[in-house]
């Protein structure tokens, strides 16, 4: 794989996460930390596993998703389930390209990674 392109491809997973951390009001200092391990981590993956460079945005949303539960709670929130307590969105497909945030109780599309505000209306 060109450097070139893995490093586009981690820019680009980092603005379309950073975007809707922005959406979610939880683009704080340390969760942007968080940010920078998950790529970091990805970056080392893809150089292990060059085929794989067309997953890193949805891994890196999954692994942010992940590190805030452990020390923020859930994120991001489902906007389509208002009736329910609240529960988070899923990244799927969990391995594929064009990663989309889904509500499974609801089995819906919400919004592709990066495009939060869209939905959230921010």
Same mark, same amino acid.
């Given at each position: ?8 491809? *981690?820019?680009?997973?980092? %603005?379309?996460?950073?975007? +809707? ?5 939880? =683009?704080? %200092? ?6 920078? +391990? ?30 805030? &539960? ?6 991001? *929130?489902? $906007? ?5 307590? $609240?529960? =988070?969105?899923?990244?799927? $497909?969990?391995?594929? $390209? +064009? ?11 919400? =919004? ?7 939905? &959230?209306?921010?």
């Amino acid at each position: 794989m060109e450097l070139n392109s893995l490093e586009q491809e *981690l820019h680009t997973a980092r %603005a379309l996460v950073m975007a +809707d951390l922005v959406a979610g009001d939880v =683009a704080e %200092a340390g969760i942007v930390s968080m940010v920078e +391990d998950a790529i970091a981590h990805r970056r080392w993956w893809v150089e292990q596993w060059p085929e794989g460079v067309a997953f890193v945005t949805g891994l890196v949303a999954q692994d942010v998703q992940d590190a805030l &539960l452990e020390q923020h709670g859930r994120w991001p *929130l489902c $906007p389509v389930c208002t009736e329910e307590g $609240p529960h =988070a969105l899923d990244v799927e $497909p969990e391995l594929g $390209p +064009d990663p989309h945030w889904v509500c499974t109780k609801a089995t819906v599309s919400v =919004a592709r990674v990066g495009a939060l505000a869209e939905v &959230l209306g921010r």
